[in-house]
């Protein structure tokens, strides 16, 4: 049996377990990613997690036949940019790095491609061959798949999709323009945009804490804010994933991330949004559906990366 080890990098935490090419994670563990300012080190602490799990499940570190990284981009390969999520890990090769560290062979992905990647081989993507992931949660971004292979781009940075300027004239961006789609649509947009008008909502001013899934909760209960709110994010989102149906004219758009996860009904407000906004001859053929990997999705598709690396 092939084994290979996942590392899907976050912000706030990194996960890392080890798995076969099925999907199966048979061992996995948890980081902090505050605790790395230094990307070096947390480099280290990687690698030491990666062969504590191996030692966990009777292996050793030559067992593993690859290892799949997915992590906030941009990228330049296997080489972090200046990115909002890691800001002192800048410049960090992830790929030579965790090489080094590790005597194995290193696939480094952005983390959408690579949440693609595992919706392809494991979950809602499996027997397509021209598909969209989007991921729709803090920010905005998406994986594309396009004749049976990954498309990520000179850089492996394809899919920004988050960063579409939709409203130029619209709130500053963490990119540093305006009005992208993640301002517009994203968990902390919707967020951002009921914090800014609780006051017109006594269910939202009662709130302790206002998130996307709280103020979902008050659509479904009627409050006019919280539903005008829905609707404007869903337009938008509606609008970003024509662009999708437009350009690549694919059999599937899968859509994950908490903030859709969480509450898939909210698709059926975006679907007639996607439909007014695309060739009706390009919308006609597309299945838009949600994701199926759940919570494990950064996982799998740091996992399904490592398998697909030696095969795509």
């Keep these: 049996m092939a084994y290979y080890a996942g590392v899907d990098i976050g912000g706030t935490k990194i996960a890392v377990g080890i798995g076969t090419e099925t999907g199966e994670i048979l061992g996995e563990g948890r ?3 505050e605790e790395f300012k230094d990307g070096s080190k947390g480099l280290d602490a990687i690698a030491a997690e990666i062969e ?3 030692h966990q499940l009777g292996l050793n570190m030559n067992s593993l036949s690859r290892i799949g990284v997915g992590s906030p981009g941009p990228l330049d390969g296997g080489k972090l940019l200046k990115t909002a999520n890691l800001p002192t890990w800048e410049g960090l090769d992830l ?3 965790l090489q080094l560290r590790t005597g194995r062979a290193v696939a480094v992905e952005n983390d959408a491609t690579a949440a693609a990647i595992g919706e392809w081989i494991f979950g809602a993507g499996k027997g397509l ?4 992931y989007v991921t729709v949660s803090t920010g905005v971004g998406s994986g594309i798949v396009v ?3 990954r498309y990520a781009g000179i850089q492996g940075n394809a899919g920004e999709i988050g960063h579409l300027v939709m409203k130029p004239e619209g709130r500053l961006c963490r990119c540093g323009r305006r009005g992208c789609l993640e301002t517009l649509a994203s968990g902390t947009a919707i967020q951002r945009s009921a914090m800014e008008q609780a006051e017109a909502s006594p269910y939202l001013k009662a709130l302790a804490t206002v998130d996307a899934q709280a103020v979902f909760a008050g659509a479904l209960k009627g409050d006019a804010t919280c539903q005008s709110i829905m609707q404007e994010a869903a337009q938008y989102l509606g609008l970003g994933l024509s662009y999708l149906v437009n350009l690549f004219n694919p059999q599937a758009i899968i859509l994950g991330g908490g903030v859709i996860v969480n509450q898939p009904e909210w698709l059926d407000m975006v679907i007639p949004f996607v439909a007014d906004y695309s060739m009706a ?8 559906a949600l994701a199926q990997l759940g919570a494990d999705s950064g996982l799998q598709g740091a996992l399904a990366t490592a398998v697909t690396s030696q095969i795509v």
């Excluded at 061959?129 to 969209?132: I, N, R, S, T």
């Excluded at 001859?281 to 838009?288: R, Y």
Aim: aromatic share 8%; hydrophobic share 45%; net charge positive.
């Design 31 to 33: 980081l902090v990613t």
């Design 281 to 288: 001859d390009l919308f006609h053929p597309v299945h838009i």
């Design 95 to 97: 790929s030579a790095g």
């Design 129 to 132: 061959k021209h598909f969209v």
């Design 52 to 54: 504590k799990i191996c």
């Design 147 to 149: 004749n049976g292979a």
